[in-house]
């Protein structure tokens, strides 16, 4: 059944994003028309889909046949293929500059009412969209890696987007089987703004030699319930990766010293340490690997938990306290985008806003750094004694 909204779709970019998007699309029962200005990406991209595809298939997890969904993807041999869809994905390169010059050449070839969406993890949508002669029709849909298998899908409206939009992309969306939650163009939108102290916490409780790299990763797993310390977790993604998001976004932050990049994961990047890809990083990989056990201490587990927790829950209260997402879609977004195991701000209501509070307030006047700053709202609820769910 093709989605009610929009079912030829159109997708820029074939890589990692752009293949599991196509995917997701085809599966749902649209028609998708899939495109990579590098030939090789495209072919790989077609073998990758249907390889997941039978996977998923002799897993019992599809409704119809592998055969009828690939049928549903065409691999375009360029952008003026898109002339009929509805809806066009853009995954490709992140640099504003190349991504301004796909967005004018899509909107040179599709309908008036084609709707334009940008998967970027950086950038604001509104830069995207001064590109076009219609900004009203672009839109952020920031999917997860591995598409097909995260369900959060994060809307981003920018402020030239047709107010109609946000809406209609969210029925789209559903009816794909994601998870959409809305959020405001500011920099990392919801997840990644919110988790940047899960990695820069632990680094910086590393750096002040408080607990070594596994005893931060059993004290978060064991104690703290996240499926991935933060050190195994950096060394998955990349630290080239997740450095380049932490300093993207201090610097879009203009330069607020909570975002602070750590010189500790700039060296990693500088001696090629990326992690899990290099097979080394934090830890060593392979079979001859032979990392340090954690030192499995109580008491230094539930201060290392203690702390980021706090930090985290700081900046998800911020993110409520400045709009950038409604507090349902603040724990949404961090329980379905990064698995994290409940959503922070009903965990603050767990803990006692004042504890947390606390906690911030002991680390600002033990660092007296501004890192640490609790966010007005923690106060305000304090002083009216009010949780965050009833
Ligand atoms: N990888 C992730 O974890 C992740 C998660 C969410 C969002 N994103 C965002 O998704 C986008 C794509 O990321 P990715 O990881 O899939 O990158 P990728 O490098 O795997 O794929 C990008 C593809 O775009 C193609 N491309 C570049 N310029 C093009 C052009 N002008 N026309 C057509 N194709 C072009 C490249 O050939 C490449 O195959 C980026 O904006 C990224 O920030 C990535």
């Known amino acids: 059944m093709a989605s009610n909204n929009a079912s030829i779709i159109g997708i820029v970019g074939a890589g990692a994003m752009g293949s599991g998007i196509a995917q997701v699309a085809a599966t749902a029962g649209n028609n998708v028309v899939l495109f990579d200005s590098n030939k090789e ?25 592998v055969e009828e969904i690939v049928g549903r993807i065409t691999y375009a ?70 598409a097909p298998l995260m369900p959060l899908v994060e809307i981003i409206s920018a402020v030239q987007t047709d107010a109609d939009l946000n809406s209609k992309m969210k029925e789209t969306l559903e009816s794909w089987g994601k998870v959409p939650v809305s959020a405001q163009d500011t920099p990392g939108f919801i997840v990644n703004r919110i988790a940047r102290p899960f990695y820069g916490e ?55 010293p909570r975002y602070k990049p750590s010189f500790t994961q700039k060296r990693m ?6 992690g899990r890809k290099t097979g080394i990083g934090y830890y060593i990989y392979g079979e001859d690997a032979n990392n340090l056990d954690p030192d499995r201490n109580d008491g230094l587990g539930e201060y290392i938990v203690n702390r980021i927790v706090s930090m985290l829950i700081n900046e998800a209260a911020d993110a409520l306290y400045l709009h950038v997402a409604t507090k349902e879609d603040i724990d949404l977004a961090m329980t379905k985008g990064v698995n994290y195991p409940k959503g922070l701000l009903a965990w603050a209501d767990e803990i006692g806003i004042d504890t947390c509070l606390k906690s911030l307030e002991e680390l600002q006047a033990e660092y007296g750094e501004d890192r640490y700053r609790p966010c007005p709202l923690l106060r305000k609820m304090v002083k009216k004694g009010s949780k965050f769910y009833d």
């Open 269 to 274: 990047v500088e001696a090629n340490r990326l």
């Open 77 to 146: 041999e360029d952008i003026d293929e898109f002339k009929s869809c509805d809806l066009v994905i853009e995954a490709i390169v992140e640099n504003l500059q190349i991504k301004k010059n796909v967005f004018e050449e899509i909107e040179s070839v599709v309908s008036k009412t084609c709707i334009i969406a940008s998967n970027t993890s950086s950038l604001s949508i509104a830069s995207i969209a001064a590109a076009c002669k219609r900004p009203e029709r672009v839109i952020g849909i920031h999917f997860f890696n591995p």
């Open 202 to 256: 632990a680094i910086r409780i590393l750096e002040e030699d408080l607990a070594n790299v596994p005893t931060i990763d059993w004290a978060m797993k064991e104690i703290g319930g996240f499926k991935m310390g933060p050190f195994e977790l950096m060394d998955f993604i990349g630290n080239d990766i997740n450095y380049e998001v932490t300093a993207t976004i201090f610097k879009e932050f203009f330069f607020d």
């Open 41 to 65: 990406v495209q072919d790989q991209a077609k073998e990758l889909i249907g390889k997941m595809l039978t996977k998923l298939h002799d897993k019992g997890k599809l409704e119809e046949s």
